[in-house]
C-alpha cells in the first residue's frame, strides 16, 4: 500500500519516504518563521515609531540589523554544515534564533532591540542554507526535487501572508514585543521535531572554514549597507558615506583575491562558471532587491496614507501571498513543460508591471484601485521564486550542497537587505526635500522639524497635537510628500526588475541539462 505524493512507502536515496516529507515540513516550517519574522516586523514598524521614537534611519536599522548579520555570516554556516552537519548547525541556528526573538521581543529601546535583532541574524544565518542544503540531498531527483522547492518556496509566500494577519492580531492584543515572543515556541517545536525527524548529512572530504574569508564577506557586506542606510541623513557625498561605500567595495575585491587563492575558500567560484546558477541566482536576488524594498514601504502605506490598523494591513496584504503560495506550488510543474526561461520572465514581467502600477498612486487612491498591482506581484513572485531557486540548486554537487545554498540564500539576502535601504533611502530623499520645502518659512522649531522630517509617521503625530487647519494641512502635505517618494522608489524598483527579466531572458539557459 503506497501514499500519494511525496509519501509512498518506500525508500529512495536511504531515507523513507515518511521521513522525506517530514523533512519538507520540518524544513518548511523553519523557513516560515524566518520569514513571518520579516513580515510580522513591517506590520510593527508603527508600533515602534510610537513607543520606542524610532526614526527612518533607526526602522531600517531594525531591519537590516538581522539582514546584513544573516547575509555575512551565511557562506561561512554553510560551509559550517558541509564540515560539521547540516542537521547540526540547523538545530544551533534554531536555537539562537529563539533566544534572539526572546531578546528582541524586551527589548526597551531601539538600541538593544536592533542588537536583539542582530543576535537572530547569526542563528536565521544557520538555518537558512541548512534548509535548502538538507532538501537537496533528501530529494536528488530533478523531478522530486523540483516539487519540494516548489512547496518550500509556497511556504515563503505563507509567511508573507500569515506575518501581517497574525502580526496584526497580535498587535491588537498585546505590545510590539509579542510578534518576536511568538517564534520562541515554534522554533522550539520545530528544533524538536528536527532532531528526531531529519536525517543528517556532510560533506566528509569538507576543508575547515575560511574564516578569514567569512570576516571579509561580513565587514564587506556591512559597510556597504550602512552607507547606503546612512547616506539620506548625511548625505550621499558625505566623506564618511563615500568611505563606507568604496571601503566596502575593496574588502570585497581583497575577498574576491583570497578566495582565488585561497586552499580552501568560501565560495566555490566554480559555480558562477555555470550560467543556470549564476544568472538565475542573480536575476532572483534582483527581484527580491525590488520586491523586499516595496513591501518595506508599502505596509507604511497603508497604515499611515490610507489609515488601516496593523490586522487591516495584515488582512489586505494577504492577497499578495495567497496567489503567490497557490503559483509557487505549480511553478516547477510549469517550468518542466514551457522552460525555465519562459516561466521565470512571465513571472518577472509581472512583477514590473505590478511595480508600475504600485507607482501611479496618488493622494485619492484607495485600496481597491492598487489590488489589480497586488495580484501581479503575488502570480510574478509565484513564477520566478521556486524555478529559479531549483536552477540554482540543480546546478549544484550534492555534496557541496550547503555551499551552494549558502552562495545563493547570501546574494539573495543581500539583495533584500539593499532593497529596503536603497528604496527606503530613495523615499527618505524625495520625502525629505519635498517636506523641507513646504514647512520652510513657517518657523517651525528645530525639534519639530526634526520629527516631521524624520518620518511620515513623525509628521503625523506632529499633526495631531496641532490645532485644526494647521494640523490637517500638515498631515496632507506629509502625506503627499511621502507619496512622491512612494511613487519614484518603486518607480526604480520596476526598471530593476524589468531589466532583470532582460538578463534572464538572454542569458539564462531555457532548461537544465537533464531536463
Not at 494641512?473 to 502625506?479: D, F, H, Y
Request: glycine share 10%; hydrophobic share 55%; charged share 10%.
Amino acid at each position: 500500500m503506497s501514499h500519494t505524493g511525496l509519501l509512498p512507502r518506500q525508500r529512495k536515496n536511504g531515507v523513507r519516504f515518511e521521513s522525506r516529507g517530514v523533512t519538507l515540513a520540518v524544513l518548511s516550517l523553519s523557513v516560515l518563521i524566518i520569514n513571518l519574522d520579516g513580515t510580522i516586523l513591517n506590520v510593527a514598524l508603527p508600533s515602534i515609531v510610537r513607543d520606542l521614537h524610532a526614526t527612518s534611519t533607526q526602522l531600517q536599522w531594525v531591519v537590516d540589523a538581522y539582514i546584513i548579520v544573516l547575509a555575512g555570516l551565511l557562506l561561512i554556516a554553510g560551509s559550517l554544515g558541509d564540515h560539521w552537519g547540516r542537521k547540526r548547525v540547523f538545530l544551533i541556528g534554531l536555537l539562537i534564533f529563539g533566544v534572539g526573538s526572546a531578546l528582541s521581543a524586551f527589548s526597551t529601546s531601539t538600541g538593544s532591540l536592533i542588537a536583539a535583532r542582530a543576535f537572530m541574524g547569526v542563528g536565521g544565518a544557520a538555518v537558512m542554507p541548512s534548509t535548502l542544503s538538507i532538501l537537496t540531498n533528501v530529494f536528488r531527483e530533478p523531478h522530486d526535487r523540483a516539487r519540494a522547492i516548489g512547496l518550500w518556496s509556497g511556504t515563503n509566500g505563507l509567511g508573507l501572508a500569515l506575518g501581517p494577519l497574525i502580526g496584526g492580531w497580535l498587535l491588537a492584543h498585546y505590545w510590539w514585543g509579542s510578534v518576536f515572543l511568538i517564534n520562541v515556541p515554534i522554533a522550539l517545536i520545530t528544533g524538536v521535531t528536527a532532531l528526531v525527524a531529519i536525517p543528517d548529512s556532510r560533506n566528509a572530504e569538507a576543508a575547515a572554514p575560511d574564516v578569514v574569508g567569512a570576516v571579509l564577506s561580513l565587514v564587506g557586506v556591512s559597510s556597504l549597507l550602512w552607507g547606503i542606510i546612512e547616506a539620506p541623513s548625511r548625505g550621499w557625498t558625505s566623506p564618511l558615506i563615500l568611505a563606507a561605500i568604496i571601503g566596502s567595495a575593496v574588502v570585497v575585491a581583497v575577498l574576491v583575491w583570497w578566495e582565488i587563492r585561497s586552499s580552501h575558500p568560501l565560495v566555490e567560484l566554480a559555480f558562477f562558471r555555470k550560467r543556470r546558477f549564476s544568472v538565475a541566482m542573480g536575476g532572483l536576488a534582483l527581484t527580491l532587491f525590488a520586491l523586499s524594498g516595496t513591501m518595506f514601504l508599502l505596509t507604511q502605506y497603508l497604515q499611515f496614507s490610507l489609515g488601516y490598523s496593523p490586522f487591516q494591513t495584515g488582512l489586505r496584504i494577504t492577497p499578495i501571498a495567497l496567489v503567490l503560495i497557490v503559483v509557487a506550488s505549480v511553478s516547477t510543474t510549469l517550468a518542466r513543460y514551457a522552460g525555465s526561461k519562459v516561466v521565470v520572465v512571465a513571472g518577472m514581467v509581472l512583477i514590473a508591471l505590478g511595480l508600475q502600477l504600485l507607482s501611479t498612486v496618488t493622494i485619492h487612491t484607495t485600496y481597491t484601485d492598487a489590488l489589480p498591482a497586488f495580484f501581479l506581484l503575488g502570480i510574478g513572485s509565484g513564477l520566478a521564486i521556486a524555478p529559479c531557486t531549483d536552477a540554482v540548486m540543480g546546478s549544484v554537487p550534492n555534496h557541496l550542497a550547503g555551499i551552494g545554498s549558502a552562495t545563493n540564500s547570501t546574494a539573495l539576502q543581500i539583495g533584500s537587505a539593499l532593497g529596503v535601504a536603497v528604496i527606503g533611502s530613495l523615499l527618505n530623499a524625495r520625502y525629505q526635500s519635498r517636506v523641507d520645502l513646504l514647512i520652510s518659512g513657517h518657523g517651525a522649531p528645530a525639534p519639530v522639524v526634526a520629527v516631521i522630517r524624520s518620518s511620515l509617521g513623525g509628521a503625523l503625530a506632529v499633526a495631531q497635537r496641532a490645532s485644526g487647519t494647521v494640523g490637517a494641512q500638515l498631515a496632507l502635505a506629509a502625506r503627499q510628500s511621502f507619496l512622491a517618494g512612494l511613487d519614484f522608489a518603486v518607480d526604480i524598483a520596476a526598471a530593476i526588475v524589468a531589466a532583470a527579466a532582460l538578463i534572464v531572458a538572454v542569458l539564462l539557459p531555457a532548461r537544465a541539462p537533464k531536463d
